[in-house]
């Protein structure tokens, strides 16, 4: 009898960990936008008032950003000075997609940002401020709506947690 009320509680538990973990791993999504969000800034910012190579931006820049930011901007920085802007979309893609595949965006936001290296590649410094700016404020939209969504989600998906253990546990006894 006592070991089944154990396991029940620990159904119970684990389920609500779950649920738990999941509101959390929403909400560090919602933080990895706000931070991409920032570097976009941080380049455009960077990119209007130095009127430097993109290349010299991108590693600026990445000296203040945190992992997998700064390795993903030093890489694209090193390989741009070294082949040039010319190939900076297949440049931009190729090294997006290998530092940041496992940050937590999902396939959407990832698609975008490697083709904002496309979109910047054939402009100059005005249009890549104006394309950055537009990304920027694309993201901080998607966020500002997550945001409103995120207690309510984080609520939802504590108490399907706790919900399904008791369920479970109702199930087993």
Known sequence: MYLKMIGCILVVLASSGYGYARGLEYKKYVDELEYLSR???????????????????????????????QSWLFTLGDTLEKKGNAALRDIWRAKTE??????????????????LGGQMGHLDIRMQEQTLSWYAERLEEKEQFLRTELAQKRRLCSLLGVTGGVFLAVILV
């Open 39 to 69: 570097l976009i800034r941080q380049i455009k910012g960077e990119i209007s008032y130095l009127k430097a190579p993109l290349a010299d931006v991108l590693k600026r820049v990445g000296r203040r950003a945190r992992e997998p930011y």
């Open 98 to 115: 290998e530092s940041l595949n496992h940050v937590f965006f999902r396939g959407e936001e990832l698609e975008e940002l490697k083709e």
